[in-house]
């Protein structure tokens, strides 16, 4: 009798598409956040361009979170490195990274909601728009607004965290976790 192990063997890095969505979503994150920090110091009637901008990045986001949610499901993920904290290190990492992706599909969805309980429609960088399926303002537009700002900071705030302790798993532990993730590298 033959045995296999059916068990796929684990890949020594992240795959170069997941690196890509990675590091494409790093940068457009802040910088959807960066545009909303910026509109909302001008006054409401010159906020059209930038919140046309804020909003086509944000579509992005989206976009690129349900390829990347898609293409997890579906790859194998390299082990986790192993700390000196273990399981709680390694279970913290998991929780932290699923903050990421909860926060990371409400705020793009709770902007959209925001827009639309504003009787306005959602554009994507002049090649579709979305209208809203209110012609009017909701009265619960200003609570959804709210929360995407809540939530808008917080998704900052969380990924900053997490670069932090990427760079602290490279700089003082001194493992693979960072290098896993570097881009244009093969293993
Ligand atoms: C990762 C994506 C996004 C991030 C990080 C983000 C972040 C933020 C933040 C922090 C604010 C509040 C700014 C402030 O008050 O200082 C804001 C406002 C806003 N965002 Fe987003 N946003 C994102 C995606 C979207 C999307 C996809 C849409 C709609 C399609 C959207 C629509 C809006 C609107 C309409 C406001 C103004 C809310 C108001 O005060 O009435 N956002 N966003
Ligand atoms: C908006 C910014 C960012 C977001 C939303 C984000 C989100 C995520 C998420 C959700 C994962 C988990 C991957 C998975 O298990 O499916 C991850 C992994 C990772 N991220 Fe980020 N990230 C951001 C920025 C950064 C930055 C700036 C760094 C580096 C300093 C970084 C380094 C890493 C590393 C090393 C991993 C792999 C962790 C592991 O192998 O356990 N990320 N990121």
């Known amino acids: 009798m033959t045995t296999l192990d059916s068990t796929p063997a684990r890949p020594l890095s992240w795959d170069a598409a997941t690196k890509a969505l990675h590091w494409s979503m790093a940068l457009l994150i802040p910088l959807a956040w960066v545009i909303a920090i910026v509109l909302e110091q001008l006054p409401r009637e010159s906020r059209g361009p930038l919140m046309f901008f804020h909003k086509s990045v944000g579509v992005t986001v989206l976009a690129l979170l ?5 293409w997890r ?5 390299p082990a986790g490195e192993t700390t000196p ?4 290190a390694g279970l913290a990492a998991k929780a932290g990274h699923a ?8 705020v793009p969805v709770g902007g959209i909601v925001t ?3 504003n009787g306005r429609s959602v554009p ?9 399926p209110w012609a009017t303002k909701q009265p619960f537009a200003g609570q959804v607004a709210e ?8 998704l900052l705030v969380v990924a900053l965290a997490h670069a932090v302790i990427g760079i602290l798993h490279h700089v003082v532990l001194k493992d ?9 590298a093969k293993a």
């Open 73 to 77: 499901a579906t790859h194998t993920a």
């Open 85 to 88: 904290w273990e399981p709680w």
């Open 99 to 106: 903050l990421l992706y909860i926060l990371m599909v409400a």
């Open 147 to 154: 929360m995407h700002e809540i939530f808008g900071h917080l």
């Open 115 to 117: 827009s639309f309980a």
């Open 66 to 70: 349900v390829l990347r949610l898609l």
């Open 176 to 184: 693979r976790t960072l290098v896993k993730m570097k881009p244009f």
């Open 124 to 132: 994507f960088f002049g090649l579709f728009e979305i209208a809203s």
